[in-house]
């Protein structure tokens, strides 16, 4: 036996770390599974988990799109014209005509020069923070950016401040204190459904000379004129650069990184997650496309959304609920201790409804929430009848 086999017999097998890492998170409660969901083909907020039905709170699907005729027929027609898979890198030859008419689509859209698409926002985020700064730099970051954003931003090196919540004063002691090159905000936040103050973020920057990135996961489709996102709000709002994905409200798959033509250039150039790896298929490329026009052409999907939301609200209000003040379709109700919050959604799904039990580490120590997404697929009675036996759970509890 050479040396480094010898030396290799105390390792222990793949099986036994995996197991001995199973059960350390098994113990904490922290030990994640999926459930196989069997979708309903006719109803887009139907579905079945081990034969019993359920009606779900928790999809990002906000505009029902995944399920839209015309952009299931795009990506039907995206997969006969151009193939369904990338084929390759988009520096090789995997970059065509169908992700050339996105990226025009979504400059439109959002007012920016130039768009660069990846496989999904994970990547997408990560690319850019990881591409963009080194350590030599110094950024700031509000307290709940999305986990993409600050792996990307621990593997650039840089150093990572964070500002509270949505904080004006905590952005601009930070600005004095440290004086960022960049500032990093979700439009809307992904767990807590509110919208970060943009034209005053922007104002900040501006002032301090810093670039604004702003992940829009969950604002395009939903905020700005014609739902078409966070760099179409009212106000001065300049984004440097700004993230769309397109598994949310858009109801498909993958995400663009918009800005100048110039950083686009360089992300091309220097983006790992982008030369290394096969194009987003161009099917979804037509689909998203397909998906955006949906969002421009039909307002009343937005309307539709609105009102639910409007109905999930008052509905609360009736039954004494309290809510976080979010007018989007991400409607957290905070209970606060993990375990309680497991049994709210566990007897929520007693009833055949499906919410998101959100607990830490993806939201703070003692803010376990129910995430609740509302949909334009919902209808009143749904959105009713969820929220009496919701009603009737918290009374209990
Ligand atoms: C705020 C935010 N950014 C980025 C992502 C990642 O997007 P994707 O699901 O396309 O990887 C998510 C998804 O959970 C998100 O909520």
């Not at 907020?45 to 906000?62: G, H």
């Not at 988009?90 to 496989?119: I, R």
């Not at 104002?203 to 760099?231: E, P, T």
């Not at 709000?233 to 993230?243: F, K, S």
Request: with cysteine; charged share 20%; glycine share 8%.
């Amino acid at each position: 036996m050479s040396d480094a086999a010898d030396r290799n017999t105390t390792q222990p097998s793949l099986q036994s770390r995996v197991i001995d890492k199973n059960r350390e998170l098994d113990n904490k409660g922290l030990l994640r599974k999926r459930v196989k969901v069997i979708l309903d083909t006719e109803h887009a907020n139907c579905f079945e988990v081990d034969d019993l039905p359920y009606i779900n709170f928790s999809s990002n699907d906000y505009l029902g799109l995944s399920r839209s005729a015309n952009v299931i027929d795009a990506l039907h027609k995206g997969a006969q014209d151009y193939g369904v898979g990338g084929t390759s890198s988009p520096l090789v030859t995997g970059y065509n005509q169908a992700h050339q008419q996105l990226e025009q689509v979504l400059c439109q859209a959002t007012g920016h020069e130039a768009a660069l698409l990846f496989c999904s926002g994970f990547s997408a985020n990560n690319a850019l923070m990881k591409s963009l700064f080194n350590d030599n730099d110094t950024v700031l970051a509000d307290k709940l950016v999305h986990a993409s954003v600050i792996d990307g931003l621990q593997e650039s090196g840089a150093v990572i401040k964070r500002f509270l919540h949505n904080d004006l004063a905590s952005a601009n002691t930070h600005f004095e204190r440290h004086a960022p090159c960049a500032l990093l905000t979700e439009s809307v936040f992904s767990m807590d459904g509110d919208i970060a103050p943009l034209a005053e973020l922007s104002a900040l920057c501006r002032q301090y000379n810093a670039w604004l990135i702003v992940d829009d996961a969950h604002g395009f489709g939903i905020i700005g004129d014609k739902g078409l996102g966070a760099s179409t709000l009212a106000g001065d709002i300049h984004i440097d650069a700004q993230i769309v994905t397109f598994g949310k409200a858009l109801g498909g798959q993958g995400a663009a990184i918009l800005g100048s033509r110039e950083l686009i250039d360089y992300l091309v150039a220097n983006a790992r997650h982008y030369i290394y790896s096969t194009a987003l298929s161009p099917a979804m490329a037509c689909a998203v496309c397909a998906a955006v026009e949906a969002i421009i052409e039909r307002p009343s999907l937005n309307e539709q959304l609105q009102q639910n939301i409007d109905c999930f609200i008052e509905a609360c209000k009736t039954k004494d609920i309290t809510l976080t003040g979010s007018t989007t379709a991400i409607q957290p109700i905070i209970i606060g201790d993990s375990a309680r919050t497991l049994a709210i959604a566990k007897r929520l799904k007693e009833h055949g409804f499906w919410v998101g039990a959100i607990r830490p580490p993806t939201v703070t120590q003692g803010s376990a929430r129910l995430r609740i997404t509302i949909t334009a697929e919902h209808c009143a009675e749904d959105i009713n009848a969820f929220v009496a036996v919701l009603a009737d759970i918290l009374q209990d509890d």
